[in-house]
C-alpha cells in the first residue's frame, strides 16, 4: 500500500502538493504537521502536512518527504479552515497565507540564516553531538546559512536538528534587528517585608518619632498605598511628601523601604497585583447591557462611542466574562494604536493572562505567544495584537473585539493575502461560534451601514467619561488670514493666540499634518523645476535634519541642492510643508518650548514611538507635532489644544472615501484634546471653511456625513452597494504595461461591461522603477462573487499564456480601500 500526503508549501502556487510517505509515517502524521520536503532541483522547504491519503497523483510522480519537523500539529483545523476562506476570498495561495500566518521561526528552509540565540545560556551537556557541532560553529561565526551547516554536519537533512536548537534556545532564526532603544527604567519602593506585621510596623513608626521627614515619607507611602494598588514611584513618594529624594535613599539604606525597578515600557508583566475592573458609569453600563443583550440573538455589535468615552473599560467588562467562562478572547488594534498605554491598561486588570503579538517583536517572543495559544495556556488566554494575530492557532476563541474598527491600516496591503482583518475576524468569530465588537468613535461607513440594515447590533455612549464636554471646534480661513496678514509661516494668529493660552496654564499642545501631499518639495523660483526621484515619478522631499532630499517611495537620496539643477539658478523655495518643517518654525516662533515629533521618521524601530508618546505624557515636551500616528487611542491626561494645520490635503484627496476619511481623521485627532478635566478646544485651519464635511466634523454630526457618503456611494456605484476588486499591473516597461493592461481591461469588459474602470495610471505612475497600471471592477451586489473571481482568474491564466505578457507582476486586491 502507497500512502502520500498533501502539503501546503509557503508559495504563491494556488495548488497543494502531494508527497509519498511510509505507512509508519502515515500512522504518525496529523494535519497541521510540519515536514521538511524538496522541491524543484536543489530547494527544501517547510510545509504543512493538509490530508493524508493513498491516492498517488496522476502527472507527476510523488517525491518522498525528507523528514517529519513536529511531534504534534502546530495548528489548529479552526485555524486551516479560516485560512481557506482567507486564501479564497482574497484571491491568494493557501501558501501566501501560511508564510505570513507563522512566525519565521516556523519556516526553516534553504535560503534561511540562523543566529545564537541572544542571551541564551546554554547547557552544552545536553546538546547532541550534532547540536553542539552547530553551537560550536555559532561561536566562531555570528550567522550561518542552511547550505554552510549541512556542510558542517556532513547531510542533507539539517532542520530537523536546527528545530531541536530551535526548541531549546540555543539558536535562533536571524532578523535583522535595528532597534537600538533601551527602555527607560523607573524606580519603585515599597515597605520592607521586616515590616509586615502590624506589630514591626508599630515599632517601625514609634522609632521613627524623631526622624520627622523619614515618618512623613512612611506615612505618605501609606496613603498612597490606601487609595491605589499600583507600584509607587519614588517620584511620586517624594512629590507627594514634600521631602527629598536622600530621605527616601536614607529609609532604603536603613532597610525601612526596598527599592526595586520595572521597565516602564516593558511588555513582560511582572506586577503581582491585579486590580478591579471599573465601575461603569450609567453610559457605559447601558451600552453594556445593550451588547449582553444583542449577542443573544447577534453575533455581531457595533460599540459607537465618542472619543473618551470609556469603550475600553467596556471591553474589559466584556473580557473579564469571556474569560471566566474558560474561552480565549483577541482584542486587534491597528499596529500603530498598540501602545503601551494600552498594554500596562489590560494587564493591570488582568495580569499574565495578557500576550501581546506584534510584528516589532522578536520571531523568538512570537513562538512563545503561538505556542501558548494553541496550547490554550492561561497565559495567553486574552490576545492583543495587530492585524496578523488573527491568524494565530485558536482553539477555543470566545470573543473578538476589534478597536479602531474604522481603521483602513486593518488591511493588509503586501504582500498578499490581502486581507481587511476586521471582514477577516469576522469570519472566524463565526467558525468559533464566538462574538465580536467593533469599536469606535467614527465608525467606517460599511460598518454602519451594516447596523442600518440590522446585520450588526448596535451599542453607543455619546457622552466622554466625567461628563468632559467634546472639544469646541473653531475652524480658520487661513486664506482670509494670508490676506490679512495674519499668518507667521503656517500658523494663523488664532492658532499661535490659543498655543500661548495652552501652555500659560500648564497644558499641552498637539499639532497635527497630514501625511498625505504635503511634503515639503523644493521648487526653482526661476524655471519651475524640483528634483525628482530617477526610479519613482515623485518630487524628493526635503528633509532639514539631514539636510539631504530623499524619496519617500524608494529612500532614494541626494544632498540638498544649492543651485537648481535645470537653470543653475539660485533662488530655490521650499513648497508644501511637513511635520519637520512646522516643528522648525516653532522653536523659532517660541523658542523656550520643548517640541517633539511624531512621525515615520522619528518611530522607526519598536519603542520609537513609544519614546516620544513617554516622554509627552511625563511633560518633557509641550508640544507634539505628528502625523497620522498621533489618532490611534492616544490617551493624554494634559492635552488641552489641538491644532490641525491644514484639513484641505485630507480633503482633496482623489479616492472615494477622501471625504469620509477626513470627518474621521479630524474627529479622532480632535479627541485627543481635554479628556480628562475642562472641555478641550481644536482649531482647525483651512482654505475652504464652509467645505461640507468640515462643517459636518465641526458640530460632530456624524449621522448627516454618513446621509451625504452613502448617497454618493450608491449613485456612483461604490461599496457598501458595490464590491470593488482593484487589478494592478507592474512592469519596468512603459510600453508593456500599457498594452497588457488595455489586454486585460477589454477581456474583463467582455464579461462585466461598464463596471469595468480603466486601466488608468495612478498619481504616482513609476515606483521603484516599475510603471503601475489600475484596473477597476465594481461588483453589484446580486452579481456571484465567487464566479466574478473564476472570471478573473480565467483571464488572468489566458493572460500568462502570452509570452510577452509572462513577466508582468499582477496584484489582485479584493475589497480594495
Ligand atoms: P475611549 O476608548 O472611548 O476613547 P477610554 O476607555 O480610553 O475611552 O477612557 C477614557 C478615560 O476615562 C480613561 O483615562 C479611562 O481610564 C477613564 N475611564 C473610563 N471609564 C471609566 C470608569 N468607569 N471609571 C473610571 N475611569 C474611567
Ligand atoms: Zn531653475
Ligand atoms: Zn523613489
Given at each position: 500500500?502507497?500512502y502520500f500526503i498533501d502539503v501546503i508549501l509557503p508559495i504563491p502556487l494556488q495548488r497543494l502538493f502531494t508527497y509519498s510517505i511510509t505507512e509508519a509515517e502515515?500512522?504518525?502524521?496529523?494535519?497541521?504537521?510540519?515536514?521538511?520536503?524538496?522541491?524543484?532541483?536543489?530547494?527544501?522547504?517547510?510545509?504543512?502536512?493538509?490530508?493524508?491519503?493513498?491516492?498517488?497523483?496522476?502527472?507527476?510522480?510523488?517525491?518522498?518527504?525528507?523528514?517529519?519537523?513536529?511531534?504534534?500539529?502546530?495548528?489548529?483545523?479552526?485555524?486551516?479552515?479560516?485560512?481557506?476562506?482567507?486564501?479564497?476570498?482574497?484571491?491568494?495561495?493557501?501558501?501566501?497565507?501560511?508564510?505570513?500566518?507563522?512566525?519565521?521561526?516556523?519556516?526553516?528552509?534553504?535560503?534561511?540564516?540562523?543566529?545564537?540565540?541572544?542571551?541564551?545560556?546554554?547547557?552544552?551537556?545536553?546538546?547532541?553531538?550534532d547540536e553542539f557541532l552547530i553551537f560550536e560553529a555559532l561561536q566562531h561565526q555570528s550567522l550561518l546559512k542552511i547550505q554552510e551547516i549541512s556542510s558542517i554536519?556532513?547531510?542533507?537533512?539539517?532542520?530537523?536538528?536546527?528545530?531541536?536548537?530551535?526548541?531549546?534556545?540555543?539558536?535562533?532564526?536571524?532578523?535583522?534587528?535595528?532597534?537600538?532603544?533601551?527602555?527607560?527604567?523607573?524606580?519603585?519602593?515599597?515597605?520592607?517585608?521586616?515590616?509586615?506585621?502590624?506589630?514591626?510596623?508599630?515599632?517601625?513608626?514609634?522609632?521613627?518619632?524623631?526622624?520627622?521627614?523619614?515618618?512623613?515619607?512612611?506615612?505618605?507611602?501609606?496613603?498612597?498605598?490606601?487609595?491605589?494598588?499600583?507600584?509607587?514611584?519614588?517620584?511620586?513618594?517624594?512629590?507627594?511628601?514634600?521631602?527629598?529624594?536622600?530621605?527616601?535613599?536614607?529609609?532604603?539604606?536603613?532597610?525601612?523601604?526596598?527599592?526595586?525597578?520595572?521597565?516602564?515600557?516593558?511588555?513582560?508583566?511582572?506586577?503581582?497585583?491585579?486590580?478591579?475592573?471599573?465601575?461603569?458609569?450609567?453610559?457605559?453600563?447601558?451600552?453594556?447591557?445593550?451588547?449582553?443583550?444583542?449577542?443573544?440573538?447577534?453575533?455581531?455589535?457595533?460599540?459607537?462611542?465618542?472619543?473618551?468615552?470609556?469603550?475600553?473599560?467596556?471591553?474589559?467588562?466584556?473580557?473579564?466574562?469571556?474569560?471566566?467562562?474558560?474561552?480565549?478572547?483577541?482584542?486587534?488594534?491597528?499596529?500603530?494604536?498598540?501602545?503601551?498605554?494600552?498594554?500596562?491598561?489590560?494587564?493591570?486588570?488582568?495580569?499574565?493572562?495578557?500576550?501581546?503579538?506584534?510584528?516589532?517583536?522578536?520571531?523568538?517572543?512570537?513562538?512563545?505567544?503561538?505556542?501558548?495559544?494553541?496550547?490554550?495556556?492561561?497565559?495567553?488566554?486574552?490576545?492583543?495584537?495587530?492585524?496578523?494575530?488573527?491568524?494565530?492557532?485558536?482553539?477555543?476563541?470566545?470573543?473578538?473585539?476589534?478597536?479602531?474598527?474604522?481603521?483602513?491600516?486593518?488591511?493588509?496591503?503586501?504582500?498578499?493575502?490581502?486581507?481587511?482583518?476586521?471582514?477577516?475576524?469576522?469570519?472566524?468569530?463565526?467558525?468559533?461560534?464566538?462574538?465580536?465588537?467593533?469599536?469606535?468613535?467614527?465608525?467606517?461607513?460599511?460598518?454602519?451601514?451594516?447596523?442600518?440594515?440590522?446585520?450588526?447590533?448596535?451599542?453607543?455612549?455619546?457622552?466622554?467619561?466625567?461628563?468632559?464636554?467634546?472639544?469646541?471646534?473653531?475652524?480658520?480661513?487661513?486664506?482670509?488670514?494670508?490676506?490679512?496678514?495674519?499668518?507667521?509661516?503656517?500658523?494663523?494668529?488664532?492658532?499661535?493666540?490659543?498655543?500661548?493660552?495652552?501652555?500659560?496654564?500648564?497644558?499641552?499642545?498637539?499639532?497635527?499634518?497630514?501625511?498625505?501631499?504635503?511634503?515639503?518639495?523644493?521648487?526653482?523660483?526661476?524655471?519651475?523645476?524640483?528634483?525628482?526621484?530617477?526610479?519613482?515619478?515623485?518630487?524628493?522631499?526635503?528633509?532639514?535634519?539631514?539636510?539631504?532630499?530623499?524619496?519617500?517611495?524608494?529612500?532614494?537620496?541626494?544632498?540638498?541642492?544649492?543651485?537648481?539643477?535645470?537653470?543653475?539658478?539660485?533662488?530655490?523655495?521650499?513648497?508644501?510643508?511637513?511635520?519637520?518643517?512646522?516643528?522648525?518654525?516653532?522653536?523659532?516662533?517660541?523658542?523656550?518650548?520643548?517640541?517633539?515629533?511624531?512621525?515615520?521618521?522619528?518611530?522607526?524601530?519598536?519603542?520609537?514611538?513609544?519614546?516620544?508618546?513617554?516622554?509627552?505624557?511625563?511633560?518633557?515636551?509641550?508640544?507634539?507635532?505628528?502625523?497620522?500616528?498621533?489618532?490611534?487611542?492616544?490617551?493624554?491626561?494634559?492635552?488641552?489644544?489641538?491644532?490641525?494645520?491644514?484639513?484641505?490635503?485630507?480633503?482633496?484627496?482623489?479616492?472615494?472615501?477622501?471625504?469620509?476619511?477626513?470627518?474621521?481623521?479630524?474627529?479622532?485627532?480632535?479627541?485627543?484634546?481635554?479628556?480628562?478635566?475642562?472641555?478641550?478646544?481644536?482649531?482647525?485651519?483651512?482654505?475652504?471653511?464652509?467645505?461640507?464635511?468640515?462643517?459636518?466634523?465641526?458640530?460632530?454630526?456624524?449621522?448627516?456625513?454618513?446621509?451625504?457618503?452613502?448617497?454618493?456611494?450608491?449613485?456612483?456605484?461604490?461599496?457598501?452597494?458595490?464590491?470593488?476588486?482593484?487589478?494592478?499591473?507592474?512592469?519596468?516597461?512603459?510600453?508593456?504595461?500599457?498594452?497588457?493592461?488595455?489586454?486585460?481591461?477589454?477581456?474583463?469588459?467582455?464579461?462585466?461591461?461598464?463596471?469595468?474602470?480603466?486601466?488608468?495610471?495612478?498619481?504616482?505612475?513609476?515606483?521603484?522603477?516599475?510603471?503601475?497600471?489600475?484596473?477597476?471592477?465594481?461588483?453589484?451586489?446580486?452579481?456571484?462573487?465567487?464566479?466574478?473571481?473564476?472570471?478573473?482568474?480565467?483571464?488572468?491564466?489566458?493572460?500568462?499564456?502570452?509570452?510577452?505578457?509572462?513577466?508582468?507582476?499582477?496584484?489582485?486586491?479584493?475589497?480594495?480601500?
Amino acid at each position: 500500500m502507497a500512502y502520500f500526503i498533501d502539503v501546503i508549501l509557503p508559495i504563491p502556487l494556488q495548488r497543494l502538493f502531494t508527497y509519498s510517505i511510509t505507512e509508519a509515517e502515515a500512522q504518525f502524521l496529523q494535519q497541521g504537521m510540519r515536514v521538511a520536503v524538496p522541491f524543484g532541483k536543489s530547494k527544501v522547504y517547510t510545509a504543512l502536512v493538509h490530508t493524508i491519503h493513498q491516492t498517488a497523483p496522476e502527472v507527476y510522480e510523488a517525491k518522498e518527504i525528507q523528514q517529519i519537523l513536529d511531534e504534534t500539529p502546530i495548528i489548529t483545523p479552526q485555524q486551516l479552515k479560516h485560512w481557506e476562506w482567507i486564501a479564497s476570498y482574497y484571491m491568494a495561495s493557501l501558501g501566501e497565507v501560511f508564510r505570513s500566518a507563522v512566525p519565521s521561526a516556523f519556516l526553516l528552509e534553504s535560503e534561511t540564516i540562523i543566529s545564537k540565540f541572544e542571551d541564551g545560556n546554554v547547557d552544552e551537556s545536553k546538546l547532541k553531538d550534532d547540536e553542539f557541532l552547530i553551537f560550536e560553529a555559532l561561536q566562531h561565526q555570528s550567522l550561518l546559512k542552511i547550505q554552510e551547516i549541512s556542510s558542517i554536519l556532513g547531510k542533507k537533512n539539517v532542520l530537523s536538528v536546527l528545530k531541536r536548537l530551535i526548541d531549546k534556545e540555543v539558536i535562533q532564526v536571524y532578523e535583522e534587528i535595528y532597534e537600538q532603544y533601551k527602555p527607560k527604567l523607573v524606580r519603585y519602593v515599597k515597605l520592607h517585608t521586616n515590616y509586615a506585621s502590624e506589630e514591626n510596623l508599630q515599632r517601625l513608626l514609634d522609632s521613627l518619632n524623631r526622624a520627622k521627614k523619614q515618618r512623613e515619607v512612611i506615612l505618605t507611602l501609606f496613603s498612597i498605598s490606601a487609595t491605589t494598588k499600583r507600584p509607587i514611584s519614588v517620584k511620586e513618594l517624594t512629590k507627594q511628601s514634600k521631602a527629598s529624594s536622600a530621605v527616601v535613599r536614607a529609609l532604603i539604606e536603613k532597610e525601612i523601604l526596598e527599592e526595586y525597578f520595572i521597565q516602564k515600557d516593558r511588555i513582560e508583566y511582572n506586577g503581582d497585583e491585579v486590580e478591579a475592573s471599573k465601575q461603569l458609569n450609567p453610559y457605559q453600563e447601558a451600552a453594556y447591557k445593550t451588547i449582553e443583550t444583542a449577542f443573544k440573538t447577534q453575533d455581531v455589535c457595533l460599540l459607537y462611542g465618542v472619543t473618551s468615552s470609556g469603550k475600553t473599560e467596556v471591553y474589559v467588562k466584556l473580557i473579564e466574562e469571556m474569560i471566566n467562562t474558560g474561552k480565549q478572547v483577541l482584542y486587534l488594534l491597528p499596529e500603530i494604536a498598540l501602545t503601551t498605554q494600552l498594554i500596562t491598561r489590560l494587564q493591570q486588570y488582568f495580569g499574565e493572562k495578557v500576550a501581546v503579538y506584534h510584528s516589532k517583536y522578536s520571531v523568538h517572543e512570537r513562538v512563545e505567544v503561538w505556542n501558548n495559544v494553541l496550547n490554550n495556556k492561561p497565559k495567553a488566554q486574552i490576545v492583543i495584537g495587530a492585524r496578523s494575530s488573527l491568524l494565530l492557532p485558536f482553539s477555543n476563541l470566545g470573543l473578538i473585539i476589534v478597536d479602531e474598527e474604522h481603521e483602513t491600516s486593518f488591511k493588509q496591503f503586501d504582500p498578499a493575502p490581502r486581507y481587511h482583518a476586521r471582514d477577516a475576524a469576522i469570519v472566524l468569530a463565526k467558525m468559533h461560534q464566538g462574538k465580536i465588537i467593533l469599536g469606535s468613535a467614527t465608525p467606517n461607513v460599511e460598518s454602519y451601514y451594516n447596523v442600518k440594515n440590522q446585520k450588526y447590533a448596535l451599542a453607543t455612549i455619546t457622552r466622554r467619561y466625567g461628563d468632559v464636554l467634546m472639544p469646541e471646534m473653531e475652524l480658520v480661513d487661513i486664506k482670509e488670514k494670508h490676506r490679512k496678514k495674519r499668518m507667521k509661516g503656517h500658523f494663523s494668529d488664532r492658532l499661535l493666540e490659543e498655543i500661548e493660552e495652552t501652555l500659560e496654564n500648564g497644558e499641552q499642545v498637539i499639532l497635527f499634518q497630514n501625511r498625505r501631499g504635503y511634503a515639503p518639495i523644493i521648487e526653482c523660483n526661476t524655471c519651475g523645476h524640483s528634483p525628482q526621484c530617477p526610479n519613482c515619478d515623485v518630487s524628493l522631499t526635503y528633509h532639514h535634519y539631514k539636510n539631504q532630499m530623499r524619496c519617500h517611495y524608494c529612500s532614494h537620496h541626494i544632498a540638498m541642492q544649492q543651485q537648481c539643477l535645470a537653470c543653475g539658478s539660485h533662488e530655490l523655495d521650499t513648497k508644501g510643508f511637513g511635520t519637520q518643517q512646522i516643528e522648525q518654525e516653532l522653536n523659532e516662533l517660541l523658542p523656550d518650548i520643548k517640541v517633539g515629533r511624531m512621525d515615520l521618521d522619528t518611530t522607526r524601530g519598536k519603542y520609537g514611538h513609544q519614546k516620544i508618546i513617554s516622554s509627552f505624557e511625563q511633560q518633557e515636551i509641550q508640544i507634539l507635532v505628528g502625523t497620522q500616528m498621533l489618532t490611534k487611542g492616544l490617551d493624554f491626561r494634559n492635552v488641552n489644544l489641538v491644532g490641525i494645520m491644514n484639513a484641505d490635503s485630507m480633503l482633496n484627496f482623489p479616492d472615494f472615501r477622501a471625504h469620509e476619511r477626513s470627518f474621521q481623521l479630524i474627529q479622532q485627532v480632535a479627541g485627543r484634546a481635554g479628556r480628562t478635566k475642562k472641555r478641550g478646544k481644536v482649531i482647525v485651519q483651512t482654505y475652504n471653511p464652509y467645505h461640507q464635511i468640515l462643517q459636518q466634523v465641526s458640530v460632530g454630526n456624524y449621522e448627516a456625513m454618513f446621509t451625504d457618503q452613502l448617497n454618493d456611494r450608491r449613485q456612483f456605484h461604490y461599496p457598501p452597494f458595490y464590491r470593488l476588486i482593484k487589478i494592478t499591473l507592474k512592469h519596468k516597461e512603459y510600453n508593456r504595461v500599457n498594452e497588457s493592461a488595455a489586454w486585460f481591461a477589454k477581456s474583463l469588459r467582455n464579461s462585466f461591461g461598464e463596471n469595468v474602470l480603466g486601466p488608468e495610471f495612478p498619481p504616482i505612475a513609476r515606483i521603484r522603477n516599475l510603471y503601475l497600471k489600475h484596473i477597476l471592477l465594481k461588483i453589484p451586489k446580486q452579481q456571484s462573487l465567487a464566479k466574478t473571481k473564476d472570471v478573473i482568474l480565467r483571464i488572468k491564466t489566458s493572460f500568462l499564456s502570452i509570452s510577452e505578457y509572462r513577466s508582468i507582476r499582477i496584484i489582485i486586491d479584493v475589497d480594495t480601500i
